[in-house]
């Protein structure tokens, strides 16, 4: 199928009940590696777009009074600036300007999965979750949750990638943090979703999408592209 998983995305999980295989047999992708890294990404946010007045058709304007200003010595006032339409232009750029936000760097983590697809079929969607286990408490477990839009064939790998405020370190006590002779996690992946292009689905017993419903009716509202992670 060629990249048009997103209208499986938009209208396959409105109605996320329909033939799931939840029978508990195992995924059916292979996970080859995983990992996770601090990271710093930079968001640039586009500058808002002001409409700037007509200029008014004053004398200075017009083709020969515009023409002899070409050859104006440099530092000559504009007479444009002293009409009306020209001040508000300027208060107009100054309150745009004002407006602008900066780019800005924001921490966060990248998780990392690289999945095998050993069946015939092609797969479209992949839900999946990376876990972070307290070796001191077992009770305490951090889940990163993931939606990946994809297209993997049969016998084919793919590297998926996503990014989220939330790491793990909301999961460690104290007397972990004093360990320093093993690492402080203990981490695991697993594969919670699967839909192919044909419109089948396996899905893993114990997990249910509808503990993800506002997260990825978020998710789905946002712009997405081919191969793209988003955290749910």
């Keep these: 199928m060629k990249l048009l998983f997103v209208f499986p995305i938009l209208f396959g999980l409105l109605i996320p009940y329909q033939g799931?295989?939840?029978n508990g047999e195992s995924s059916p992708l292979t996970v080859v590696n995983f990992k996770w890294s601090?990271?710093?990404?930079?968001?640039?946010?586009?500058p808002n777009e002001g409409t700037t007045p007509a200029r008014a058709m004053i004398p200075q304007n017009r083709n020969f009074a515009r023409n002899a200003?070409?050859?104006?010595?440099?530092?000559?006032?504009?007479?444009n600036a002293d009409t009306l339409d020209g001040r508000s232009a300027a208060m107009e750029k100054s309150v745009q300007e004002s407006r602008t936000v900066k780019p800005k760097a924001t921490d966060g983590y990248t998780y990392r999965l690289k999945v095998q697809n050993p069946g015939k079929k092609v797969v479209?969607?992949?839900?999946?979750?990376?876990?972070?286990?307290?070796?001191?408490?077992?009770?305490?477990?951090?889940?990163?949750?993931f939606l990946?839009?994809?297209?993997?064939?049969?016998?084919?790998?793919?590297?998926?990638?996503?990014?989220?405020?939330?790491?793990?370190?909301?999961?460690?006590?104290v007397s972990t943090l004093a360990n320093k002779s093993e690492n402080p996690f203990k981490e695991q992946v697993l594969i919670n979703r699967v839909e192919y292009a044909d419109?089948?689905?396996?899905?893993?017993?114990?997990?249910?999408?509808?503990?993800?419903k506002a997260s990825y009716d978020r998710v789905l509202r946002e712009p997405w592209v081919p191969g793209m992670c988003k955290g749910l």
Excluded: M
Aim: proline share 7%.
């Design 20 to 22: 799931a295989n939840s």
């Design 38 to 46: 601090k990271t710093r990404r930079t968001v640039e946010t586009p």
């Design 69 to 79: 200003r070409i050859n104006d010595p440099q530092g000559v006032r504009d007479p």
């Design 124 to 145: 479209e969607i992949v839900f999946w979750e990376y876990q972070f286990h307290d070796p001191a408490d077992p009770s305490l477990v951090a889940r990163r949750q």
């Design 148 to 173: 990946c839009g994809v297209n993997i064939a049969g016998d084919k790998s793919k590297e998926l990638e996503a990014f989220s405020l939330s790491g793990p370190s909301d999961v460690v006590n």
């Design 199 to 212: 419109g089948s689905i396996w899905q893993r017993k114990g997990w249910s999408l509808a503990e993800v």
